[in-house]
Every structure is written in structure tokens, then in C-alpha cells.
């Protein structure tokens, strides 16, 4: 146990609250609570969508309809009311420009240190910030239009490429996939179409902000990334809201398409508010489905995700490896601390011949979560020399946490190799002895230890976003070493 | 019946057998699962405070499927497991479910969990679902599960040895589960 003066600094910092936590005072116009045919026909009519959108949602919301919600995740999920929640919230002032923007949002997203002005320009990085339901300013657009790539809202995709969309949308992560997914299909707002045409290399770093600013509205992006192909992508997504005491959801689609010879990689900073850290109130409930199909051969994706937020997380990060001799990469870190519970992992479907695939998990769970690692890794018959190679690791810290690990491993090809390890424990005390003796404070050994820890998934991420994950992991990791 | 002492009995299982272990306080149990004709299998394992529990399993199937269930669950401080279940698939399925738990409070436990399987043809699968469910710190806990058909280079090895290519995947063969049947000749 720590000495009094070391308990009482951990106090302080345990009452240290989530610094994104403000609310920002915007106008903003938002549909009534409940969700039925007219509130997507009305959500459709403000966005002037084509037809062919309007019947994908009703379609979709038809099926939602008779859909249950799935019950078998490690999660407690408090029952949730969907006509309690309001489906689409947008600023009142809508934006022709990025010097339009109101100048609260613009705060807004300065506070929280996500470059939109100039400050882009330096950090080299294109932006599209999604303040609740609406898209308001996407930077770069022209620099990446001279290239011939698309990087803007997923609403002026479908008025400028509908026949991108169109050909694309709903292919990877069907209508009928999974309860959420549905649920998103249906009522989704806006969020983010990328298109990089062939043999292009995406000068700059793609990035997406979302914040959930209004009361008891759901958050349903959708994004789309089409690597056509030769080309190269890389995209970055980050999260916040503001604190409240009831429940939100988040249920988001991310879809990605890689045609032959292209490589996307897609790396995530969840930090959603996590809820009341000693009741476990409030927090958001991030319930994601994101896919990503290698279409073409020789193709490549990669999945980088560092989850810090949400009360409750349930996302499974997939690859469908249906090119020959494609690739599939998973490589996360997910803390939970307080009263979080996140059941998370991901799914590596083998089709095509000569695919790999490589999954690199870490859980840490503290305080009182719980922290599921659910995998699939599923070799076909079609999959000759196929390898996947998956290695999931937690790291508890208390006891009053657990940390669960549940893979599904099936081979059906004689020529495929799968192999999978897992190992679970508590810092080693030894390596804590060795850094205590030479002069470190417990907390500072521990931290050093845990960033060790996740290394070699932060090695993955961009340059500017790894400096944000370890001091993020630093924050969160907060008061909970004793 | 209540076991002392040392104790040692071969059974002959039934399909669809189920086998319940209670293992109590500083007692020590080794068990052995070996199979040629393919059958379903239910081992559930309670360990007790200072309980060693160790289960080795190697099941070749020829046309057969194997399933093999084991749920261990450590209700004693200090308690160990040990498994490792191994599956040789001609012509058939295998699957594997293993389930470690280790309820809150009770601590110092080490768990092990190994699970090797091998496809010899196109018409065999093999599931592998090895399952952690840990729920305090002071826990060692492992897994690890590996598919694939017999080392092309091994094979190579044997050859250029002078080794029949039907014979070098014999030896491999048996090498695979050398370790399971050692053990159990020492013990007998």
C-alpha cells in the first residue's frame, strides 16, 4: 500500500474529472425524442437525399424493427429506451465556410487541441470535425482535390459522387448485419467518404473529430473509405463528449474497401466520457461496427486503435481477407478504469490464398471494469498458405477488476497456420523493484511499465497521435496504482 | 467415494461422457484422455486451496470427431492447473473448448492452457476456443492454441535423412504427442 502522502495525491488525482467534459453552448436545432418512418423520412427531406438513400434507411429500419438486441456480451447493459433518444441534432447555423463556422464550435474544438484553422497546416493532418450530427468544417479539401482524392461530409458525397456511394455503401457491413449496425443504417447522420483514386499516395494524414455535444441525442456516423487501386491511405479518428448523468449512444459504421495493391490504415483514439469513475454513472455507450473488405489482391489493412473512453465499449474491428495474398493487421489497447466494461476485439476472415493476418491485443483493466478480449480468427477451404499469428495479453491492476479472454479460432485448410497465445497477470514486481530502486515513484514506475506495456501497438500509430496516446494512457492510468 | 492416498484407475468412457473432478485441499491429481474413435467429452475440474491439478489429452481421430470440453475452476487460493490437449485430425473435426475461471478473492492461483492441433488432409477442421475469464490481480494465467499441418521442413529433414516421405510424417506424427505419452509412461 502506498504511504498517506502518496494516497492522498492519488485522492487528488481520482478527483481530477474528464477534461473534455465541458458543454458547449451552441444553438442547435434537434429532432424530438423517438424514432419511426416520418423521423427518417424528415432526417432524409433536411439532408435532400436521393431516393435510392431514403429506401436504404427505411429498408434498413424495417429490418431493425424485428431485430432484438443481443444479449451475449460480458456487458451490463441497462436497458435502452430508442424513443428516449433523439436522432439528429445539428448547429442552427449551418457553415458555407470553414471562417462561417461559429466561432463557439471553433472554440470548442480548440479547447479540446484538434487543429481546424491554422494550426492544421502545421500539424500537416486534413480534418473533418463532426460536431453531433453535422459535419462543420473540413480542412485541406482543395490541396487533396488537386490530387483527384475525395475527403469531405458523407452528405456532400452523396450529392457530389453518388455513384461512388452508391456502388460502395452498405457492401461491406450489410443492412441486415447486426442490430446496431442496422440501427445506424437507418438513421445515420453524417460522418465521412474518403476516395483515393489510383496509384495515389495520400500526402497527408486524414482525420475525423467527433463530439457529441446536445443532451439525449444518439451519435450514428458513417464512414466510408474507398482505396482504389495502388493507392495508400492513412486515417485518424478521434472521440469526446461532454459529462452528463444519463446514457448516450454512439453506434457508428465504418466501412472500408481496399482494391488491388492498395494498403488503408485506419487507427482510432476513442476517449468518449467514461461515466461517474466511483458510481459509474452516465458515460457513453459505444456500440461500433467497423469492417474492412481487401478486395483486390495484394491488398492491406490495418487497424490501430487505442480505446480509453465509454462506459461501455463493443466493437470488433474486422478484416475480410478475400484477395489472394492480402493482409490483415489488428493491433489495440484497451484501458478500462472505474466502472467501465469493454468486450472488444476483432474478427480475421481467411478467403483468399496466401493471406495473413497478425493480432496484437492489450487490455489493461483497473479500478472496478471489466475487460473482454472476444476474437475470431476463421480459416476457408479456399484459404491455402494462409497464417494468422494472434497474441493477447492483460494487465490487472487491483483486485477488484477482471480481465476475460475468449478466442475463436477455426482452421479448415490443411495448408494454414493459425496460432494464438495469450497470457494474463499483474505487474511484475520484480520489474516494479528494479525501477523503484533506481529512484522512481511508484506511480512513474508503473506508468513506465504500462507504456512498455503497449509499445508495440503505439509503434503503429501516426507520429502526433502516439505523443496523444501516451499522455492519454498517463491520465487515465490516474490514481489507480495502490 | 472419498479418495486418500495415492490412487490410480484406468475407466473406459461411454460417449458423451461427462467428468466431474473435485480436487480437494492439497491434493494432487493427474489425469489422461487418450482416444482413437471420436467421442464428446465434458471435463469439469473444482480445485480447492493448495489443489494441483494436471490433464493431458491426445486424441487421434481417423474419420472421427473429437470435441473435448473443459471447464476448471479455481476455488481455492493457491490452487494449479496444468492442460494440454492435443488433436490429430484425419478426415474429421476437432474442436476444443477450454474455460479458466478464477473467481475475486481468490488469489496466488496459476492456471495453463495448451491446445495443439494438427490437419493431415482438406477434409479436417479444427475449433479452437480457449477461454480466460480472470477476475483478480494476483493471478498467473496463460493460453495458447496453434493449427497447421506438419512442418514442411521437418519433412525435408527426414527426407534428405533417407526417410520415406510416408514414414517421416509418421515420426512427426508421433513426435507430436511425445510429450503427453512420456509423461504418462512415467507415471504408470
Known amino acids: ?482 | 467415494m472419498e479418495i486418500t492416498n495415492h490412487y490410480k484407475e484406468t475407466v473406459n468412457l461411454k460417449d458423451n461422457a461427462v467428468l466431474n473432478y473435485d480436487i480437494k485441499s492439497n491434493a494432487s491429481a493427474r489425469l489422461f484422455f487418450c482416444d482413437h474413435e471420436g467421442f464428446d467429452l465434458n471435463i469439469n475440474v473444482n480445485l480447492h486451496e493448495n489443489a494441483t491439478c494436471e490433464m493431458y489429452g491426445f486424441f487421434k481421430s481417423n474419420g472421427k470427431n473429437a470435441n473435448v470440453v473443459t471447464t476448471v475452476t479455481h476455488n481455492g487460493k493457491k490452487s494449479k492447473c496444468d492442460q494440454d490437449f492435443r488433436f490429430i485430425n484425419k478426415e474429421s473435426n476437432s474442436s476444443f473448448q477450454g474455460k479458466i475461471t478464477i473467481p475475486k478473492n481468490i488469489t496466488g492461483c496459476e492456471s495453463n492452457m495448451l491446445n495443439k492441433n494438427l490437419l493431415l488432409d482438406t477434409d479436417s477442421t479444427a475449433f479452437s476456443k480457449p477461454e480466460l475469464d480472470i477476475n483478480n490481480d494476483d493471478t498467473v494465467c496463460t493460453h495458447g492454441s496453434t493449427t497447421g499441418p506438419i512442418d514442411k521442413d521437418q519433412i525435408f529433414y527426414l527426407r534428405s535423412r533417407g526417410i520415406d516421405e510416408q514414414s517421416a510424417v509418421d515420426i512427426l506424427i508421433e513426435a507430436f504427442y511425445q510429450d503427453i505419452k512420456y509423461k504418462m509412461s512415467i507415471d504408470q
Open chain 1, 1 to 482: 500500500m502506498p504511504k498517506i502522502k502518496d494516497r492522498k495525491k492519488i485522492e487528488n488525482t481520482l478527483a481530477k474529472e474528464y477534461s473534455a467534459g465541458f458543454v458547449t453552448d451552441v444553438e442547435s436545432e434537434t429532432f424530438p425524442p423517438g424514432i419511426n418512418e416520418d423521423v427518417i423520412i424528415r432526417l432524409s427531406k433536411i439532408k435532400k437525399e436521393p431516393k435510392w438513400l431514403l429506401d436504404f434507411r427505411l429498408n434498413s429500419y424495417r429490418i431493425w424493427e424485428s431485430m432484438k438486441q443481443p444479449d451475449w456480451s460480458t456487458l451490463d447493459i441497462e436497458p435502452i429506451d430508442y424513443q428516449t433518444i433523439s436522432y439528429y441534432s445539428a448547429p442552427k447555423k449551418g457553415p458555407a465556410s470553414y471562417d462561417e463556422v461559429d466561432p463557439e464550435i471553433k472554440k470548442d474544438f480548440e479547447k479540446l487541441g484538434i487543429p481546424l484553422g491554422e494550426r492544421a497546416k502545421l500539424a500537416g493532418v486534413a480534418v473533418d470535425a463532426v460536431f453531433d450530427s453535422v459535419s462543420v468544417a473540413t480542412t485541406y479539401q482543395k490541396e487533396l482535390a488537386d490530387k483527384g482524392i475525395i475527403f469531405c461530409s458523407f452528405s456532400e458525397a452523396v450529392h457530389n459522387h453518388p455513384e461512388l456511394v452508391k456502388k460502395y455503401l452498405g457492401t461491406v457491413i450489410p443492412k441486415s448485419d447486426n442490430y446496431f449496425a442496422t440501427l445506424n443504417s437507418a438513421v445515420f447522420s453524417d460522418g465521412t467518404f474518403v476516395y483515393i483514386p489510383k496509384n495515389t499516395r495520400c500526402p497527408l494524414e486524414l482525420s475525423t473529430y467527433f463530439r457529441i455535444n446536445t443532451a439525449n441525442t444518439g451519435q450514428f456516423e458513417r464512414t466510408l473509405i474507398v482505396a482504389d487501386e495502388g493507392s495508400y491511405v492513412s486515417y485518424l479518428e478521434g472521440c469526446t463528449a461532454p459529462m452528463r448523468d444519463e446514457n448516450q449512444l454512439h453506434a457508428a459504421n465504418v466501412e472500408l474497401v481496399a482494391l488491388k495493391d492498395a494498403e488503408i490504415k485506419y487507427s482510432t483514439i476513442q476517449n468518449w466520457y467514461p461515466g461517474d469513475p466511483v458510481t459509474g454513472k452516465g458515460g457513453i455507450y459505444n456500440f461500433v461496427t467497423k469492417r474492412g473488405l481487401c478486395k483486390g489482391a495484394n491488398s492491406k489493412i490495418t487497424w490501430t486503435q487505442f480505446e480509453t473512453g465509454s462506459r461501455l465499449t463493443w466493437k470488433y474491428p474486422s478484416c475480410v481477407l478475400k484477395g489472394d495474398n492480402s493482409v490483415g493487421e489488428f493491433y489495440s489497447v484497451a484501458l478500462t478504469n472505474g466502472h467501465q466494461m469493454a468486450d472488444t476485439g476483432t474478427k480475421m476472415i481467411h478467403i483468399g490464398k496466401n493471406t495473413k493476418s497478425t493480432i496484437i491485443s492489450k487490455g489493461i483493466s483497473a479500478g472496478n471494469s471489466t475487460n473482454t478480449y472476444r476474437g475470431l480468427v476463421k480459416v476457408m477451404k479456399s484459404a491455402t498458405n494462409s497464417k494468422n499469428f494472434t497474441a493477447c495479453d492483460s494487465l490487472m491492476m487491483g483486485n477488484k477488476c477482471s480481465a476475460i479472454t475468449i478466442p475463436y479460432i477455426k482452421n479448415e485448410n490443411k495448408n494454414s497456420y493459425c496460432n494464438h497465445e495469450a497470457t494474463t497477470s499483474k505487474i511484475n514486481d520484480d520489474q516494479l523493484f528494479y525501477l523503484r530502486q533506481r529512484g522512481l515513484g511508484e506511480e512513474d514506475a508503473t506508468n513506465m511499465l504500462i507504456s512498455g506495456f503497449c509499445k508495440q501497438v503505439f509503434q503503429q500509430l501516426p507520429m502526433e497521435f502516439a505523443v496523444e496516446a501516451n499522455k492519454l494512457l498517463e491520465v487515465s492510468m490516474e490514481g489507480s496504482v495502490g
